[in-house]
T-cell receptor, first 107, second 113 residues
Framework: GEDVEQSLFLSVREGDSSVINCTYT??????LYWYKQEPGAGLQLLTY?????DMKQDQRLTVLLNKKDKHLSLRIADTQTGDSAIYFC???????FGAGTRLAVHP | KAGVTQTPRYLIKTRGQQVTLSCSPI?????VSWYQQTPGQGLQFLFE???????NKGNFPGRFSGRQFSNSRSEMNVSTLELGDSALYLC????????????FGQGTRLTVV
């Protein structure tokens, strides 16, 4: 069946860039999303990319999509302590989520 | 515009009981999806409803069921609760099935003792 996989943890220093990776199996996915979940909160949509795009930039966020390899990444520039959260990638057909990557930002 | 409302926020049940959780989507949204979130398994898709019909279903046992009403509000029911059903249950609403954005509620935290 369809699956979305992510690495579970990422630790970065404040001010550095963070790159969170995701792979998916459903080649028919039309949209791919990145969600952020802060402790005790629901999921917040950060950004999305349509499957006919390779890259999308939105302020500090850059999403790269490699359709051939079914690989999606989220780059956060100038990572801040407020970026500490769990990040989920998801594909739209069934809104299947990855397990989430816990990003820890340290001074 | 009110967001997605899930009730109750917290629930404690004993093994063997059943539970019903409610989700009111954003006004005008017709699609509601349900997810189970646990520390070990991450976010698992339960089912999706659109216009009162179940459109997709995840890999959960038949003890998990749901429905959607004509006003798009949705309920999910879990019967014969097991300890492993303890989780945060999230619902998401979107205008249509392939729209770009799904909005999440705060979730219902279910504890089975």
């Amino acid at each position: 069946g369809e699956d979305v996989e992510q690495s579970l943890f990422l630790s970065v220093r404040e001010g550095d860039s963070s790159v969170i990776n995701c792979t998916y199996t459903d080649s028919s996915s039309t949209y791919l999303y990145w969600y952020k979940q802060e402790p005790g909160a629901g999921l917040q949509l950060l950004t999305y990319i349509f499957s006919n795009m390779d890259m999308k930039q939105d302020q500090r966020l850059t999403v790269l999509l490699n359709k051939k390899d079914k690989h999606l990444s989220l780059r956060i520039a100038d990572t801040q302590t407020g970026d500490s959260a769990i990040y989920f990638c998801a594909e739209r057909e069934k809104l299947i989520f990855g397990a989430g990557t816990r990003l820890a930002v340290h001074p | 515009k009110a967001g997605v409302t899930q009730t109750p926020r917290y629930l404690i049940k004993t093994r063997g009981q059943q539970v019903t959780l409610s989700c009111s989507p954003i006004s005008g949204h017709r699609s509601v999806s349900w997810y189970q979130q646990t520390p070990g398994q991450g976010l698992q898709f339960l089912f999706e409803y659109f216009s009162e019909t179940q459109r997709n279903k995840g890999n959960f046992p038949g003890r998990f069921s749901g429905r959607q009403f004509s006003n798009s509000r949705s309920e999910m029911n879990v019967s014969t609760l097991e300890l492993g059903d303890s989780a945060l249950y999230l619902c998401a609403s979107s205008q249509g099935r392939l729209n770009t954005e799904a909005f999440f509620g705060q979730g219902t935290r279910l504890t089975v003792v």
